[in-house]
């Protein structure tokens, strides 16, 4: 695929923020510090990098319970979003929402959600509002293997493909929900066959190689905002990391973790930026300088924020109450 040295630097730079932020998280979360649970996007860059490279800013996506990656490709600010998981005020969602639960209508991130298939009806909502409003944006629905068996996803898909609503399904497959294999606990070997049930497009993308991503991406994008309706893409990926920070992994072996983990899409990128001279390994050392400054900036503004005031607790439940 013929892209410029621009896209591959950007690709780059948002896939090494998801990596170094996750590693802090990760890291962090050991102390005590981060309340509630976390789990890391580690290794799924790739994915989240190279759908939101091809959305505006008023485009709108949905996330998962693994949600920091989709915040920042979809362009959160650190700061914030590390108050958030915090649990602090000066939050992206006021510290109300935590990892699970962050948020951030200014960027289009519609949230994370605690629900395993919870964001796949509110993209499919939040395409009908374009639709209804005459606007070319388009949802994303980023969502598991495990969620691909929710019943959410083909009531929302049968729904999508009768009003041709400008949705692209991204089914992000890791291999397992939770500790249960996709080859036990789902009925097809790709869940992209399923889109032949709904007549739309059905199509793979290897997450291994984020310009894979990013074309099959864009493909689907243009048909959305062309009103030809909506797209399932499945991205074959893997989680380097536990479900959860702190998952003792018994159901996987050190074996595939090693084989798999050894294909990691943020090294193979580095390697193409090195060797069509993009970039050199001191301009790389500089980036990952300025990103890892970044996140100790967003930590010690995290730790700086005020925890919210119990007595609040009842408010930013309404929309009005959202401007206060
Ligand atoms: C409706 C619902 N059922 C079960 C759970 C518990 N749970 C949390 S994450 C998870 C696995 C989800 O797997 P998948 O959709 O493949 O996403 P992944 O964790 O692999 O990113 C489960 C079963 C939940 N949070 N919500």
Not at 124 to 140: E, K, P, S, Y
Not at 142 to 153: E, I, K, R, S, T
Request: charged content about 25%.
């Amino acid at each position: 695929m013929d892209v410029s040295a621009d896209t591959l630097r950007s690709l780059h730079r948002t896939m090494l923020t998801i990596r170094l932020f996750e590693q802090r998280v990760a890291r962090e979360f050991r102390t005590g510090e981060i309340p509630g649970f976390v789990h890391m996007y580690i290794g799924e860059e790739a994915v989240a990098a190279g759908i939101c490279a091809n959305l505006r800013d008023d485009d709108y996506v949905t996330s998962t319970h693994r949600g920091h990656g989709h915040c920042i490709a979809k362009g959160c600010e650190l700061d914030a979003m590390m108050a958030e998981i915090y649990g602090r005020e000066d939050g992206l969602c006021k510290g109300r929402g935590g990892s699970m639960h962050i948020a951030d209508f200014s960027r289009g991130m519609l949230g994370a959600n605690a629900i395993v298939g919870g964001g796949i009806a509110l993209a499919t909502g939040a395409g009908l509002a374009a639709t209804v409003r005459g606007t070319d944006q388009v949802a994303v629905a980023f969502f598991g293997d495990g969620a691909a068996n929710q019943g959410v996803l083909h009531e929302s898909l049968n729904l999508a493909a009768i009003w041709r609503l400008p949705v692209i399904y991204v089914c992000e497959n890791n291999g397992f929900a939770e500790s249960t294999p996709a080859a036990y606990a789902t009925s097809v070997a790709d869940v992209a066959s399923r889109a032949a049930g709904y007549g739309i497009p059905g199509t793979i993308a290897d997450g291994r190689d984020v310009l894979e991503v990013l074309a099959a991406a864009r493909d689907a994008v243009a048909r959305a905002r062309a009103g030809e309706g909506p797209t399932l893409l499945e991205v074959k990926t893997y989680r380097f990391m536990g479900h959860f920070e702190g998952d003792p992994e018994k159901y996987r072996d050190d074996e595939e973790r090693k084989e798999l983990t050894a294909n990691d899409a943020l090294g193979s990128l580095e390697a193409r930026i090195l060797a069509d001279g993009h970039a050199s390994e001191a301009d790389l050392d500089a980036l990952r300088g300025e990103i890892e400054a970044a996140v100790d900036h967003a930590v010690e503004f995290a730790r700086a924020s005020a925890f919210p005031d119990p007595s609040t607790i009842e408010r930013y439940v309404y929309p009005e109450q959202v401007a206060q």
